[in-house]
Structures are given as structure tokens and as C-alpha cells.
């Protein structure tokens, strides 16, 4: 059950099986590399954009698709989840967060990603400057943002659970 999404070895290709490690359960194991090789899966950040000043929510969308959706990246190896909130905002929006919040996490099984939702506050909303990744943005009252995210989404899961705890 556990080799279901990693049946061979990252390192020498060779076929995986299930081993006892202590404290651990089963756990994959090459035998070619005398290794256990824990499942492996990348980690993003998903960002909740508020401006300061007025709590309204940032919507953006992206790759010619058009529903509204969170900002969001990959957290590089090696940095913390909080920093590439900070970096990914900057990146994407021109804009600085002056505090982060987290939120809560999901498995983003379609892309194998666990993904890591922060609420982040900005001081600057009115220098926003997007990059080529955003078409599209807008900011949202709170109750507009629930109305026009894409809906079954996961964003919109984060963003409604968010709401849901944090009435206007
Ligand atoms: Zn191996």
C-alpha cells in the first residue's frame, strides 16, 4: 500500500519493498542500496493575500484559464515555508507582507504536493505589479471572494475554511 506511488528506488531504479524500520512502521527499502527510501513529494505554499488596510482578498488567475484562484509556488529545498510566502508574493505581485499566518495543509494528490495555506497581510496593495504568471487580478471583499473563487477547488477549500473561521 505504502510503494503504490513510489515502487523503485530515486537513487538506483531498483525495485522497493516494505520494511520494518523501528519507531516507523513499514517503511520502503532498497536492497541494492541498503537504504530505506522514505516516499518522496513536493511542498507549496498557498497564499490567502489580505490588504491591510482594507482585509480585502487577492484573486489572480492564471495560464489562460479563467476562475479566480489563490497566489501560490513551490517552497524551494531548503527554505522555509514562511520565507517563500514572503518571496513568492514578491515575485508574483511586486508586494511586501508584513505578517504570515498559517492556516492549515492539504495533499494535493493530482500533483503530488503537499500544499501549505498562510494568510498573508500586505502594506503595499496599491503598488501591485504582476508578473508574466498572472493574467489576470482582483481584490475581493471577503464575501466576494467566496462568491468567485473557482469553486471545488482546492483554493477554494482553504479560502472558504479560512472564512468560515474568520467571519468579516
Ligand atoms: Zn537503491
Redesign the pocket.
Known amino acids: 500500500m505504502i510503494l503504490k506511488d513510489q515502487a523503485f528506488?530515486p537513487?538506483?531504479?531498483?525495485a522497493l519493498v516494505e520494511r520494518t524500520l523501528e519507531g516507523e512502521g513499514m517503511v520502503p527499502y532498497?536492497g541494492?542500496?541498503a537504504?530505506f527510501?522514505f516516499p518522496q513529494y513536493n511542498v507549496a505554499v498557498s497564499m490567502i493575500v489580505r490588504d491591510e488596510a482594507s482585509g480585502d482578498i487577492l484573486l489572480i488567475q492564471q495560464y489562460g484559464r479563467p476562475f479566480y484562484i489563490l497566489v501560490a509556488g513551490y517552497v524551494n529545498r531548503g527554505e522555509q515555508a514562511e520565507h517563500a510566502v514572503a518571496r513568492e508574493i514578491r515575485e508574483e505581485t511586486g508586494m511586501t507582507v508584513t505578517r504570515a499566518r498559517f492556516n492549515r495543509t492539504r495533499f494535493f494528490e493530482p500533483s503530488n504536493t503537499l500544499m501549505i495555506n498562510f494568510t498573508a497581510y500586505v502594506s503595499d496593495a496599491a503598488g501591485i505589479d504582476t508578473n508574466a504568471e498572472i493574467d489576470r487580478y482582483r481584490w475581493f471583499s471577503p464575501d466576494e471572494a467566496r462568491k468567485n473563487i473557482k469553486p471545488g477547488s482546492l483554493a477554494a477549500e482553504f479560502l472558504n475554511a479560512y472564512l468560515d473561521e474568520n467571519p468579516a
Open positions: 528506488c537513487a538506483c531504479g531498483s532498497c541494492q542500496c537504504a527510501r
